[in-house]
């Protein structure tokens, strides 16, 4: 029988039980449309701007792609069932845009609606809760190719689809989040070039930051005044990748480095959002780059539209210097030195540091600088999985990874931090973007030849952690 634990990381947590959160805390599980569900060509999908990169060679491990993906399109009502059979009260999905509204213009294309229709139906009728995410990264092709999340248009765009989704789906659904992580839609889209639809231009990135900003405001506004004239329940929020950033010694120039990784990756984000207001220090950066936000009258009302809720996607935090390997504070390309370091700590199979305490950090400054109710929408990793000859899958450092990320947002909830619920990333195994199927996230194992789902050891911890939590 193998029992070997990957990486070392695992620990015995029978004699530590989650404690410090109360009975009505929010525990879920969440998924995104494109990382699952299949059917690419279905029901009068068109492609998104993923289904055009998996294409181009190169770009995506061994050239895979979310044709087929977990084929939750056809399985969604067993997918439902081992949501349900996880005691979870909600579950986190993406609506795919091209499926909704193809092409990226014109009116709502009813089979794609009919299966989130058919998905709620189903969530009700085991007495789970949906919560959706508009956007999830797949940008319908069309729009990329009329200049993509750079363009202004395509956040007017976005706002068309989003209302097209709320007035069929609102009067039934009260958690919606507009945008899943603008960070990586415009940095890695746009400025890295790692993910859809891999540009190179960082220009193009700093107007895509805005436009996609502009369109979660423009989404945000028609949701809040529809919700409000049709008397439905709201909980609305966006969903941002934070972490936090550590200097690695207490020299100016490591502090001036964690301010930029702050400033160019969180701030620049949650300002606008929250205070109507980007960071007079991060458009000082921008401008040593001659790039500037292409900001009109009137946008930062529309993209501080008042939330509800923040959804917090937390992986690891990073410790920074100010300075080359060789101490100059300049780099090759003429700018201040922004250099992640790594530690001696361990490691997911993504090669992320695993750092739950930043995730305390970070919970108790959101409440602090921004003061706003959180979610973490998003908290999980990728190990190395190996199935064991009893079948099973005993992945004892995902579990001891969850207990730790878990017993963080207890601490900071016990510092006062407003943090309401815990989604796991993710409910199984999936499309891992330009990794393709080679990393594993999920706490259930999908065998993508068959097809077959197989509860791994850290579903079931997690199952048993939220029975415990609530006391039954
Ligand atoms: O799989 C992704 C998800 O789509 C967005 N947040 C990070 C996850 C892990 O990389």
Redesign the pocket.
């Known amino acids: 029988m193998n029992l070997v634990i990957p990486q070392g990381y695992a620990r015995d947590l029978a004699a530590e039980p989650v404690t410090g959160l109360p009975a009505d805390f929010r525990w879920g599980v969440a998924t ?1 449309a494109y ?1 699952i569900e299949g059917a690419a060509a279905e029901d009068g999908r068109t492609p998104s701007i993923w289904d055009t990169y998996c294409r181009v060679p190169g770009m995506v491990v061994r050239g895979e792609n979310g044709d087929v993906a977990c084929d939750h399109y056809h399985r969604m009502p067993e997918d439902v069932q081992l949501i349900a059979d996880l005691g979870v009260d909600t579950y986190r999905f993406s609506l795919a845009w091209p499926r909704i509204q193809p092409g990226g213009r014109g009116p709502a294309n009813d089979k794609g609606l009919d299966f989130y229709k058919r998905l709620i139906d189903e969530l009700e009728s085991k007495g789970i809760t949906p919560w959706i995410t508009l956007y ?2 797949d940008l319908p092709q069309e729009l990329e190719d009329a200049g993509g999340w750079p363009a202004r248009d395509t956040a007017y765009r976005f706002a068309e689809y989003a209302a097209l989704a709320y007035d069929a789906l609102g009067d039934r659904v009260k958690h919606w989040t507009t945008l ?2 603008p960070w ?1 839609s415009a940095m890695l889209g746009y400025a890295y070039g790692n993910q859809a639809p891999g540009r190179t231009n960082f220009g193009e990135a700093i107007h895509a930051v805005h436009h996609l900003l502009l369109g979660h405001g423009l989404a945000s506004r028609y949701i809040r005044e529809t919700a409000a004239a049709r008397g439905n329940e709201l909980e609305l929020g966006i969903t941002l ?1 934070l972490g936090t950033a550590t200097p690695e010694t207490d020299s100016h120039e490591d502090a001036e480095a964690c301010r930029r990784a702050d400033g160019l990756g969180r701030r620049l984000y949650l300002d606008p959002v929250v205070k109507g207001a980007y960071p007079e220090d991060v458009i000082a950066d921008l401008a040593l780059q001659n790039v500037e936000l292409p900001v009109q009258d009137g946008d930062l009302e529309i993209i501080s539209t008042p939330l509800d809720v923040l959804g917090v ?1 937390f ?1 690891r935090g990073t410790l920074f210097s100010g300075v080359t390997e060789e101490g100059s504070p300049v780099g090759a390309d003429g700018l201040p030195v922004t250099r992640g370091i790594e530690r001696d700590l361990p490691r997911t199979a ?1 090669d992320w540091e695993i750092t739950p305490t930043a995730l305390t950090d970070l919970l108790l400054r959101l409440q602090k600088d921004y003061g706003i109710p959180t979610v973490i929408t ?1 908290n ?1 990793a ?1 190990f190395d999985d190996t199935v064991s000859e009893d079948g099973e899958i005993h992945d004892a450092d995902r579990t001891t990874y969850l207990a730790d990320h878990i017993a963080a947002v207890a601490a900071a909830r016990a510092e006062g931090a407003d943090v309401r619920g815990y989604f796991a ?2 409910l199984m195994d ?1 499309f ?2 330009s ?1 393709g199927y080679d ?1 594993r ?1 999920g706490i259930v194992r999908v065998d993508y030849d068959t097809q077959e789902r197989t509860l791994k050891d850290s579903a079931k911890w997690y199952r048993d952690t939220i029975r415990l939590t609530r006391g039954a």
């Open positions: 995104a990382q999830h990264w899943n992580e990586c990748n996607n992986y993504m998003e999980g990728a990333w993710s999936n891992e973007w990794y990393k996230f």
